[in-house]
Structure formats: C-alpha cells, structure tokens
C-alpha cells in the first residue's frame, strides 16, 4: 500500500519525507487554509519536499470553473493531481479533464455507487472516507472493501485511496482490504512506529553490547 501524508504542514511533511516511506500528499481547502499561504505557493513547496502524487482541490463547485482551475493546477507541477468533489458537476469536470491527460483524485465518496461513478469518468484515484462513516456509525472500511470489489470486478484502473484515517487500526485494516492507497495525518504515521517490545528488546540489546564491549574494553 502507497503511504501518503494528508497535511499541507512543511514540517511534518520534511519529517515524513526524511523516513523514506511517503509516496504522496492529499491536501484540501481545510488543510491549506490551515497553512495561511496561498494554495500554488504551498503546493509548489509540497512538491519539492515529496517527489510523489500531490492532491490539490478545485474550490469552485460548477464544471466549467472547476476544469479551469484544475488545468491551472496541473500546470503546477507534473506531480498534480487535481482533486474535484464526487458531485454532479465534479464528476463532468473528472470525465473532461481525465479526457486531457490530467489526473483526478475524486473526493469526498461515501458511497459504492459514488465510487462506480468516479470509476466511469476516468478518475486516477477515488478517495472514499473512511473515518467520516464511522463517525456516523457507518462502517467505513466496509465501503473500502466493496469500491475494490466493483472495480475488480470490471478490470477499472481507478485507484482506492482509503482517507480520513484517523488511528493505526484504520491503516492496518485498509491494507488488509487491498486498498492501493491509504492517507494519513502525521500523527498516524508517526505512531506506525510504536511497539513498546520493540523499546525493550532495543534496550536490553544495548545494555548487553555495552557489558562486554564497553565495561570491559573489549574488542568487538
Ligand atoms: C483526504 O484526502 C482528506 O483530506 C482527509 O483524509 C480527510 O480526513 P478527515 O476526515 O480526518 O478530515
């Protein structure tokens, strides 16, 4: 499964991209507006910290607009992949500007049928939102599983991206689904570290290497 980092934050991309395991970036209007830059100037420095799929979103809801504003954005950097919203009109925009080579993430799927929908317009990658159902007591990773099973069915190249995941859980239960993508805050990432046998082991290695090659003086 591809690892992206869903922030816009230099910070904590730098730190993410410095492990070697960040494929890519999704960002949203929240996420840059959070940032206080203009969305090109963010994206620009975004693209020279992760060498990956960088998701930057159309703002404008009316097809026309919203194909406007993704050409501008693919014309960024190659790296852009234009997200547009899994409405009417986000869906028109998908199928016009997949049309012209210009990849599209489509956000915002709650649904199997939605999912079908981005499949048909041409999307590079759907981005379901897993951690959004379960706030609403709907199984979000159920969603995941059946969106990889409709495309599966039909040979459709549209990657699954699993998103708004919130705990390690999520990450793990989104690459046991299949799901070719999984996007994550920084946080999330960071604790896909964490095992407190791994602390221990580490420490109880050391201590014995110190007894013999440091108390000692020992040659190792
Ligand atoms: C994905 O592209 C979205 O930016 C993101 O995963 C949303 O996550 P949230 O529901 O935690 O805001």
């Known amino acids: 499964m591809k690892i992206f980092l869903d922030t816009a934050n230099l910070d904590e991309l730098r730190k993410g991209a410095d492990w070697g395991i960040v494929d890519g970036v999704t960002t949203n209007p929240s996420l840059i507006a ?5 969305l090109e100037e963010q994206v620009r420095e975004i693209c020279r910290i992760v060498d990956g799929d960088i998701s930057a979103e159309v703002v404008a809801t009316e097809s026309a607009a919203m194909i406007r504003e993704g050409r501008e954005l693919a014309r960024i950097h190659k790296n852009i992949v ?10 028109k925009a998908t ?3 997949s049309g012209e080579g210009i990849r599209v993430n489509v956000t915002l799927c709650f649904s199997p049928s939605q999912a079908l929908l981005a499949a ?3 999307a590079y990658i759907v981005s379901p939102f897993v951690g959004r159902l379960d706030d609403v007591s709907t199984n979000g990773m159920e969603l995941i599983r059946q969106i990889l099973t409709i495309y599966k069915n039909y040979g459709y190249p549209t990657q699954v991206l699993a998103a708004s995941l919130r705990h390690p859980m999520h990450v793990v239960d989104a690459a046991l689904a299949g799901a070719h993508i999984g996007t994550m805050p920084f946080k999330v990432l960071d604790q896909l570290f964490n095992h407190p ?8 290695f050391l201590k014995d290497w110190a007894k013999v090659f440091q108390e000692t003086g020992a040659v190792r």
């Open 82 to 91: 234009v997200k547009a919203p899994l409405t009417r009109e986000g869906i």
């Open 120 to 122: 048909k317009a041409g």
């Open 197 to 204: 046998l791994t602390d221990k082991g580490l420490d109880a």
């Open 34 to 38: 959070k940032e206080g830059r203009p």
């Open 95 to 97: 199928a016009a500007l």
